[in-house]
């Protein structure tokens, strides 16, 4: 059974940095489309960041130039850097893996954006 772990969350000032990093114990193919989605309280979840099998990547417009998602497939691990990060990143960040059928989510990491 494939489980998604993540880590990296906390409290940061506007304009610093973070890095959220996923682990998918029992190991994942590199097929799997690996994606970050965010949901601030009372908001529906949406999509941040997303990383296919040939490491082409799409972000959420607001993102783009500030996040960046990488994998590293020899340690079944995907990352999120977030830069430059504004109080309205505030929410709780969730990693998710797809491959056919196959939709896996991680626990949540919050990150509160505040000085």
């Known amino acids: 059974q494939v489980q998604l772990v993540e880590s990296g969350g906390g409290l940061v000032q506007p304009g610093g940095s973070l890095r959220l990093s996923c682990a998918a114990s029992?190991?994942?193919?590199?097929?799997?489309?690996m994606g970050w989605y965010r949901q601030a309280p009372g908001k529906q979840r949406v999509l941040d960041a997303r990383i296919f099998s040939g490491s082409s990547t799409n972000y959420l417009s607001s993102v783009k130039g500030r996040f960046t998602i990488s994998r590293d497939n020899t340690k079944n691990t995907v990352y999120l850097q977030m830069n430059s990060l504004k109080p309205e990143d505030t929410a709780v960040y969730y990693c998710?893996?797809?491959?056919?059928?196959?939709?896996?989510w991680g626990q949540g990491s919050q990150v509160t954006v505040s000085s």
């Open positions: 998710n893996a797809r491959y056919g059928k196959m939709d896996l």
């Open positions: 029992g190991g994942i193919s590199s097929e799997y489309v």
